[in-house]
């Protein structure tokens, strides 16, 4: 029997816990509060390709690797569950001045122009202020031209956390409700409220563990270039008297600050702000008024919709805006780190994470292995296949470096060739003209 722990609740964690179910693994998944995180109040964009940007290639081949896999994933899912989770099927965005509309057609040259996996022809097609009122006739009169984005979708969040959480107890996953901590004992002392036990990482018995705690992974596994970066949305419900929502994504600049309009079937999410504020989830007035003046801008009538939540998470942001995918020592995988990304990044990360668990190395996943960022393994144990924690054969220095000298199992050699693959990939910073990455 082979077991797999599982930690964080979130999407990612809920994906790999329910993949990893069905391909025989005995699974256990630590959340105390299972669903509650960013993935409770993200956008579901699924947009890798209008989010592109010239550089940013390893960025753009993860991100369309895993909207390639989106409609297997949902059809499995709604298989499973008989929960159809799409609201969306394809993605506007809008400029409003000239220097928003040559980003777009920057945008536009670059995506078209290389082989984007799961997109026939050119999935990026311009369009002028007609062309964009065609498609969404209750836009502004502001916007002078749109991209739109034909294989982009959009899903319900919600509805993928609440499917991802049946379709794991179906499976046979088991939910542990002890709060993970990176020491055993260790309780916050400053928190007199009621608290779930701890369990110490390191002292899960499992044959392997997924960190899978979004933005709060590092607190984990200290060292690891995961942070928290907040962000806030509204949800907002239309009324009788309101214009009805747009049936596209619509994305938008105003006053050089992102915002996005994804529809529901009863209404609009709207989002969202960023900040550098660490773990602080407390919505701002700032925050809800700056998001409302600029959706007016992009869309007039939504005014008329009726306020239904504001609520605020932490996403895990990364160095680089790529995921951590892969050993962190011996046992530990890590799969976290996906910004904004988190929703769209699910299928990829599940089957790369699987991959990992059979000895092998996904190959649309190893820019993303964490070997990267040269993270110090947790206390640098030696594992008995003579590897270090990172994977790496110890006995590299006397020149018995090959798997066959060193007898190690398929599994380290996997991590050994992940890790010299994503030894050549750039950690430098990338950053959109959104303001977004």
């Not at 969306?88 to 082989?115: H, P, Q």
């Not at 990044?345 to 599940?350: D, I, K, L, S």
Request: proline residues 8%.
């Amino acid at each position: 029997m082979r077991t797999l722990a599982v930690v964080g609740g979130g999407v990612i964690g809920l994906s790999v816990a329910w993949r990893a179910a069905e391909s025989g693994w005995t699974v256990t998944l630590f959340d105390p509060a299972i669903g509650s995180g960013a993935s409770w109040v993200a956008g579901g964009m699924l947009a890798p390709l209008s989010e592109g940007w010239p550089g940013e290639d390893e960025v753009l081949e993860f991100g369309a690797a895993a909207l390639a896999r989106w409609p297997r994933f949902a059809a499995d899912l709604r298989t499973r569950t008989g929960t159809d989770v799409f609201v969306a099927d394809r993605t506007l965005t809008v400029a409003l001045d000239s220097a928003d509309a040559t980003d777009l057609r920057t945008i536009a040259d670059w995506v078209n122009t290389r082989e984007v996996r799961g997109a026939e022809g050119e999935p990026l097609r311009l369009l002028n202020r007609a062309g964009v009122r065609e498609l969404e006739p209750g836009l502004s009169r502001v916007v002078r031209a749109g991209l739109l984005a034909r294989t982009e979708p959009a899903v319900d969040n919600r509805l993928v956390v609440t499917a991802l959480r049946a379709a794991c107890a179906a499976a046979g996953v088991r939910f542990g409700s002890d709060r993970i901590v990176p020491c055993a004992g260790e309780e916050d002392h400053a928190d007199p409220a009621p608290a779930p036990p701890t369990r110490s990482l390191g002292d899960l018995p499992h044959d392997r563990i997924v960190l899978a705690a979004g933005a709060a992974s590092a607190e984990l596994w200290p060292g690891l270039p995961v942070r928290p970066v907040k962000g806030e949305i509204l949800r907002l419900r239309r009324r009788p008297s309101a214009p009805a929502a747009p049936v596209h994504v619509v994305r938008a600049r105003v006053h050089g600050r992102p915002i996005y309009l994804v529809p529901r079937g009863d209404g609009i999410v709207l989002g969202a702000t960023q900040y550098e504020a660490g773990f602080d989830t407390a919505v701002t007035v700032a925050g809800v008024r700056d998001l409302i003046s600029d959706a007016e801008t992009v869309f007039p009538g939504i005014g008329e919709y009726e306020f239904a939540e504001a609520i605020a998470g932490s996403r895990p942001g990364s160095p680089d805006n790529l995921p951590l995918i892969g050993y962190l020592d011996d046992r530990v995988i890590a799969a976290t780190g996906h910004g904004r990304n988190g929703i769209l990044g699910v299928p990829v990360t599940a089957d790369a994470v699987l991959a990992l668990l059979e000895g092998e190395v996904l190959p649309e996943a190893r820019a993303a292995d964490p070997a990267r960022f040269g993270i110090p393994p947790s206390g640098g144990a030696t594992s008995p296949d003579g590897s270090d924690a990172a994977g790496r054969d110890s006995t590299a220095a006397t020149g018995q470096s090959s798997t066959a000298a060193t007898g190690q199992s398929p599994t380290a050699a996997a991590r050994q060739s992940s890790t010299a693959a994503a030894r050549q990939s750039s950690t430098a910073a990338m950053f959109s003209p959104g303001g977004v990455r």
